[in-house]
């Protein structure tokens, strides 16, 4: 754990660095605006591919290619395609446990999330064996290329942060660092260095861990819980009955209640165990964060919390000349949203960033790729201005100096045993002569058998030649999609 925590701190240290280094390079980009991009009154795009729609996507493209600071908000819609269902799919998997429990009536999937089910001996075994499909059918997820896009974006340092109303967890299959509150809550660890560690914000909870109902402990599924919850029972929790056991051997009384444990999920109706933490976040990443660009993804905004989230951070990006765009396929209507959505593409979220992949190849390369790109293009223009630095060389060094140089005569002012260089008229035909004082001063001239300073410099041109097509070579390859 000690290590963990340790890790945390290195990494902390070390993004807050990038995080002040981008918050100067975002002063510089300011200057970019396409406010004119923003809408008044959420607009609608109904095709990807549509002729009419090409300009307008373009811009969004572009802007959306620049941004350096994006915010997503993701929901069901991303999972969908994972094979999870969303609220509205789940009776499917109630349907199975609806034999397991006959005298158990449920109208929706819906219910099975609200709070209310707890006061309802019989609706906390229906919960327990439907939250244990659930979490089983999480468990054979992959995440989907809306996942994987997202990540992405945290490997261009793009990602400000990615809030999300799943509760799935598939972003950590693909490396990204979830919001784990105990990591929060830990002493002597400075908030905004944590914060600052977290890709995912999960807005509703985690279903790939246990909570104690009472002390609020974290634990991972094991096999026998599994099988506990599959069986329509909540387990015990061990925390609470080791501080009990602890209780009494110091010859307290023991405390009656003991928690039981449940997904560390966020029901309807109740209120978020860790909302103070996530408040605090939220408003560090509005205050500090300076996002310029927000995408919403595979949700319908039909959860007030997260209504007031979308407001808030929609007029920071705006403040920012950024934009908002919802990509998700039911129509959200544009009463309540103008002025705060931009536009909703009107479309599956993956089929969206299939679309982008082809419209830009470049924001799909790996950070790795764009550093090689750029120090291949340094290369190749330092190549190129070799190669005018030698072509002037050559140029001027054809006339043979007809003094001695300062660097011919030594420093107490003696000549020394100097060298007279100079081409012939016919360069081609490799004759060139050199005169040379010997020791006793009698001037001597040298049979021609070295090559030309011209021709060494060709060589040496022909090999700079040669690098630059090389590197050029590599950044075409390096920049062709693959
Ligand atoms: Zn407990």
Redesign the pocket.
């Known amino acids: 754990m000690q290590s963990k925590i340790e890790q945390l701190r290195l990494d902390a240290t070390k993004r807050s660095i990038s995080f002040d280094e981008e918050d100067m390079s975002m002063n510089k980009s300011r200057k970019m605006s396409y406010t004119d991009l923003q809408t008044t009154k959420l607009t609608h795009v109904f095709e990807l591919d549509n002729e009419s729609n090409r300009e307008l996507l373009n811009k969004i493209n572009k802007l959306l290619n620049k941004s350096k600071r994006i915010i997503v908000l993701s929901g069901a819609g991303i999972s969908c395609n994972a094979g999870i269902p969303d609220l509205d799919h789940q009776m499917v998997l109630y349907e199975s446990v609806k034999k397991q429990f006959p005298e158990m009536s449920i109208s929706s999937g819906k219910e099975m999330f609200d709070i209310s089910l707890f006061r309802d001996e019989l609706k906390i075994s229906v919960f327990a064996a439907f939250m244990e499909k659930l979490y089983s059918n999480v468990k054979l997820a992959q995440p989907t290329k809306t996942h994987k896009f997202i990540a992405h974006l945290k490997n261009r340092n793009k990602l400000l942060r990615c809030y999300t109303q799943n509760i799935d967890g598939l972003e950590e299959i693909l490396g990204l660092e979830l919001s784990t509150w105990e990591d929060l809550l830990l002493k002597g660890v400075k908030f905004n260095n944590i914060w600052k560690n977290i890709d995912v914000v999960q807005l509703h909870g985690d279903l790939n861990s246990l909570a ?6 974290n634990f991972p599924w094991s096999r026998y819980w599994a099988r506990s919850l599959r069986n329509g029972q909540l387990p015990m ?1 061990p ?2 009955e080791r501080k009990n056991l602890l209780r009494l051997k110091q010859g307290k009384r023991s405390n009656d209640t ?2 039981v444990l449940r997904p560390n999920i966020v029901l309807y109706g109740e209120n978020h165990p860790s909302g103070d933490i996530i408040t605090q976040g939220l408003n560090l990443d509005l205050s500090r964060g300076k996002p310029d660009f927000f995408i919403i993804m595979g949700t319908s905004l039909k959860v007030d919390g997260v209504k007031k989230v979308v407001k808030q951070m929609s007029k920071e990006v705006h403040e920012r000349g950024g934009l908002v765009l919802l990509v998700n396929k039911t129509n959200i209507g544009d009463s309540s949203w103008s002025g705060v959505i931009d536009y909703q593409i009107m479309c599956d979220c993956d089929e969206w960033v299939e679309y982008l992949e082809e419209q830009l190849p470049d924001f799909f390369k790996t950070q790795r790729q764009i550093d090689r790109i750029r120090q291949l293009k340094r290369e190749a223009s330092d190549l190129r201005k070799k190669r005018l630095q030698l072509k002037k060389e050559t140029g001027i060094k054809t006339t043979p100096p007809t003094t001695p140089t300062k660097d011919e005569v030594s420093s107490d002012g003696e000549e020394k045993d100097r060298e007279y260089k100079y081409l012939s008229m016919k360069p081609e035909e490799g004759n060139i002569s050199k005169l040379k004082f010997d020791q006793k001063g009698q001037l001597r001239k040298e049979t021609p058998h070295i090559q030309t300073p011209g021709s060494k410099r060709k060589e040496a041109s022909d090999e700079t030649n040669a690098d630059l097509e090389n590197t050029l070579n590599e950044v075409t390859r390096t920049l062709l999609p693959k």
Not at 212 to 217: A, I, K, L, N, Q
């Open positions: 104690c109902t009472r002390c609020y402990h929790c925390e609470c003991v928690g």
